[in-house]
């Protein structure tokens, strides 16, 4: 289709599980790209490639840690003036550590709010500065049900309570920006097919069946099923949607 047909999207962590998935899914509909990766520059660049070969659009790639708040703002920059503008950006980057909160590493949790809450936020005032300048943008969050349900007997607490940082902050960042062109907005996926999930099942091979069973639909998602939610909230068909979440879940937390 030719929905985002000349806009320059950004994602982060776009080399890796369901980012690749969106990034796909941002050139099917004709958007340049540009993809931050965190270490696998290997397989960014055969990324980039396909991404071209196939879909006739500019993509690059860029290393970025998240955490690093002056390498976000300067790679953001660079992406601006490499491209021109930047009209959507999908916060994609993130991590899960699973433990009891009794005996949970400080270190894991300050970890997870640095990638979770901090990169994200780094990464959207980075980007801010050029949309609210040209007017126009769409900022999507990649959030998790984790964001609104406490998900037993998972022992997640501080991701999930990163995750609801992360859809309460395009709440207020929608709010604030409502009057000025861009659109912030959340997807939370429920379980997806992905080397994150493929982990946990790995540690706890019950969980698969368990979880299964408690989809309505009865299924984990495919990574690709997600791509809907990315086209629809980064075009002109949600023009009017702003701090939002959009659960894409099987069912899971109705
Ligand atoms: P993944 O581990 O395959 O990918 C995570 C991405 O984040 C990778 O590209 C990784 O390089 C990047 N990343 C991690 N730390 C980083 C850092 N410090 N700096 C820069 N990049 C960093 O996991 P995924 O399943 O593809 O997850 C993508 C997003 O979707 C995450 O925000 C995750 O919380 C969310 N999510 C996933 C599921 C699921 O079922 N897989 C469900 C709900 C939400």
């Given at each position: 289709?030719?929905?985002?047909?000349?806009?320059?999207?950004?994602?982060?962590?776009?080399?890796?599980?369901?980012?690749?998935?969106?990034?796909?899914?941002?050139?099917?509909?004709?958007?340049?790209?540009?993809?931050?990766?965190?270490?696998?520059?290997?397989?960014?660049?055969?990324?980039?490639?396909?991404?071209?070969?196939?879909?006739?659009?500019?993509?690059?790639?860029?290393?970025?840690?998240?955490?690093?708040?002056?390498?976000?703002?300067?790679?953001?920059?660079?992406?601006?003036?490499?491209?021109?503008?930047?009209?959507?950006?999908v916060a994609n980057a993130g991590i899960s550590i699973q433990g009891n909160a009794e005996t949970f590493d400080f270190a894991d949790w300050k970890n997870i709010f640095d990638v979770n809450v901090n990169g994200v936020f780094y990464g959207i005032q980075s980007v801010s500065k050029y949309m609210l300048e040209q007017g126009s943008g769409s900022i999507i969050a990649i959030s998790s049900i984790s964001a609104k349900i406490a998900n037993v007997p998972q022992a997640q607490c501080a991701y999930n309570s990163s995750k609801a940082a992360v859809s309460m902050m395009t709440k207020c960042l929608a709010s604030e920006w409502a009057t000025r062109g861009v659109r912030v907005n959340a997807i939370c996926p429920g379980y997806m097919n992905t080397d994150m999930l493929g982990d946990i099942f790995k540690k706890s091979p019950h969980l698969e069946e368990a979880w299964t069973n408690r989809i309505p639909m009865r299924r984990i998602g495919d990574p690709d099923e997600l791509k809907g939610a990315v086209l629809f909230l980064a075009g002109d068909q949600s023009s009017y949607v702003t701090g939002t979440e959009l659960v894409v879940d099987g069912g899971y937390t109705a």
């Open positions: 289709s030719d929905l985002l047909k000349g806009k320059v999207a950004v994602i982060t962590g776009g080399a890796r599980g369901l980012g690749v998935n969106m990034t796909y899914g941002l050139a099917e509909a004709g958007a340049n790209i540009a993809i931050t990766y965190l270490s696998s520059e290997e397989s960014a660049t055969k990324l980039v490639k396909d991404i071209e070969a196939k879909y006739g659009v500019t993509c690059r790639a860029y290393p970025m840690r998240v955490t690093d708040a002056e390498q976000v703002q300067a790679t953001i920059a660079k992406i601006n003036e490499d491209f021109n503008a930047i009209d959507i950006f």
